[in-house]
């Protein structure tokens, strides 16, 4: 891997255990972040980085601060639209399109080794099989329509520049520092309060990446060369109904009270097919996850534990 590294979106689920990463090794990179930032994942990360603030898409900024770090390894993570909350179209596009093509073509200017542009498995649309980078997109909200418009302009930049630019399609990533709204954290808050809990139906299903998966997905990539213009997702490859995720969670904290399922009314994106192809990615990259589901929940649990009893000190 070459320096100096930058990382977007540092103080996001994946931008900050990337952090938390490169800080456990000794190696101070760069980060981006807005001035009005939650902070509440990485501050105590902040004087161990080169810390740079600005939106993505202001251009000036953006010009002076990648002039000044250079970067020759770039982790581009900053989004906005994945969360319900998130829903203003204009954000939406201008953290995902305006402000991934003003970053590029920065870097292009002093030749990077590697960026690596996070996608999403949603750019897929609904499907009714395993999900594969070869498949038609069928973007199914604003979000993943942008996304995927990134997506197909970073592959053609990238074979058109012949530059090292690769797309990572995550799937379902959970553990440590992971929204507190979002399925698994609530499920074990819920579990470990001992408080009724609502649920969608049984058969909604997810591929779920451990977060050191990731990490490691990640720093292998930005190893890599001969990676012109990959997209590659990165799943277990394997399907987990929300029923499987529950009832291990309910082993590992002992959770003892009767839910009902269907209590909860279906999210637009709930599905029963939902999971990643990981083939090409073995085959290409001879990568496959190492953290199963149980193990996964196990350390997950753990954190939560850590965490917030840390917090009520």
């Not at 979106?9 to 990179?29: C, D, E, M, T």
């Not at 292009?108 to 080794?113: A, E, M, P, T, V």
């Not at 997506?151 to 630019?165: G, K, R």
């Not at 002992?254 to 009314?265: E, S, V």
């Amino acid at each position: 891997m070459k320096y100096p590294i930058l990382i977007t979106g540092a103080a996001g689920f994946v931008g900050s255990n990337l952090v938390r990463y490169f800080v456990s090794q000794g190696i101070k990179i760069h980060i981006i972040i807005k001035k009005n930032s939650n902070l509440w994942r990485i501050k105590d990360l902040m004087s161990k980085t080169h810390v740079h603030y600005s939106d993505l898409n202001n251009k000036t900024n953006i010009k002076k601060i990648i002039k000044k770090i250079k970067p020759k390894t770039i982790f581009h993570l900053a989004t906005n639209g994945a969360y319900s909350d998130q829903n203003n179209l204009i954000k939406i596009k201008e953290s995902i399109f305006d402000s991934t093509f003003n970053l590029i073509n920065e870097c292009k200017k002093y030749k990077f080794n590697i960026f690596i542009n996070t996608g999403s498995s949603s750019e897929y649309g609904f499907k009714n099989k395993k999900m594969r980078e070869s498949d038609v997109l069928v973007p199914n909200s604003y979000y993943s329509a942008f996304k995927s418009s990134v997506s197909l302009y970073c592959q053609f930049e990238s074979i058109n520049s012949n530059i090292q630019i690769v797309t990572v399609r995550p799937f379902h990533v959970y553990g440590p520092y992971e929204r507190p709204d979002r399925l698994i954290p609530v499920l074990i808050k819920k579990m470990l309060s001992n408080k009724s809990i609502s649920l969608v139906s049984p058969k909604i299903s997810r591929d779920l990446i451990y977060i050191d998966d990731l990490i490691r997905f990640y720093i292998k990539i930005a190893n890599k060369k001969n990676l012109i213009g990959e997209i590659l997702n990165l799943g277990s490859g394997k399907r987990y109904t929300i029923k499987d995720i529950y009832n291990s969670l309910k082993k590992l904290t002992g959770y003892k009270k009767i839910n009902l399922w269907n209590t909860m009314k279906n999210r637009t994106w709930d599905q029963t097919i939902w999971y990643a192809d990981m083939s090409y990615v073995k085959r290409k990259i001879n990568w496959m996850p190492k953290v199963n589901l149980s193990n996964g929940l196990a350390k997950t649990l753990n954190w939560h534990k850590d965490f917030y009893n840390e917090k009520k000190k």
